[in-house]
């Protein structure tokens, strides 16, 4: 017994605000729809997915997917062919197609496939979020979010809270080993955008996915058990700037707690 099919998964892409030529961020979770008829294994699943993305998107759209590793922080080294994504199923299996690549980002590579691929990831800045030269500054002029099976809330939330400044996150940079192609080794440096180390002030998206969903900006359709949801980065950039100077911890665990943690102590949390 199957809970959806292809033509499940193209109609409910066809419910969504995409447009040919669009490119996407994807978060994803497959296993959360359910069983998808004449599917017997992940790979087969994930071009499954894939090949109805891309087709929704046409030739000239470009979907990219969040490869991120953490190796640095880690005390690991990165090699852009071959260590592995911790981002899911998917996300390696797209970064492994012949056409994909790949940035050179230690801690949050983004894989991409489609004609702005070089335009997004080439000579990304040492700082994953870095106001110009990273793949969210690039994403964030013209990019959509489209998650399934998570909410409204992504990665490029991290991005607008570094360029709005909140006093609950900084920039940290770590020190490691970078391998390229052809087996180039080198030393490198790479800088995140961490949070401070209280618990309260962990990320947490529910807020910002009730707002989403209450203005029309996350749009969504059922597929299986799951759901698909779509919402542009300037939606995302628009409505975050808007709630953070009456809410300014509604992307943190705090909101939900109900605290109110002390900036001045922010400097003992490192």
Known sequence: ?????????????????????????????????????????????CEMFFDAIMERLGPNGTLCVPTFTYSFPRGEVFNIENTLSKMGVF???VSGQREARRSLDPCFSVAAVGPMRGDLLNGVAENSFDSRASFWARFSTF????????????????WVEREL????RFDKTFKGEVGTFAAKWFRARSTIW?????????????AFDALARERGMFKTAKLGRGEMGVISAADTYALIEET???????????????????????????
Do not use: Q
Request: charged share 30%; net charge negative; hydrophobic share 40%.
């Open 91 to 93: 996300t390696e299996w």
């Open 1 to 45: 017994m199957s809970d959806y099919t292809k033509a499940d998964i193209k109609a409910a892409l066809d419910r969504l605000p995409l447009e040919r030529g669009d490119v996407v961020f994807c978060h994803s979770n497959l296993g959360f729809f359910g069983r998808a008829e004449g599917v017997s294994n992940a790979s087969d699943l």
């Open 244 to 270: 953070l100077p009456k809410r300014p911890w509604f992307l943190t665990k705090a909101e939900v707690l109900g605290v109110e943690p002390d900036p001045a102590r922010f400097s003992e949390l490192r």
């Open 143 to 158: 990019g959509k979010v489209l998650n399934l099976n998570f909410d409204a809330g992504s990665t490029f939330v991290h």
């Open 165 to 168: 400044d909140v006093p609950y």
């Open 194 to 206: 961490v949070r401070h180390l209280d618990d309260a002030l962990e990320a947490r998206f529910e």
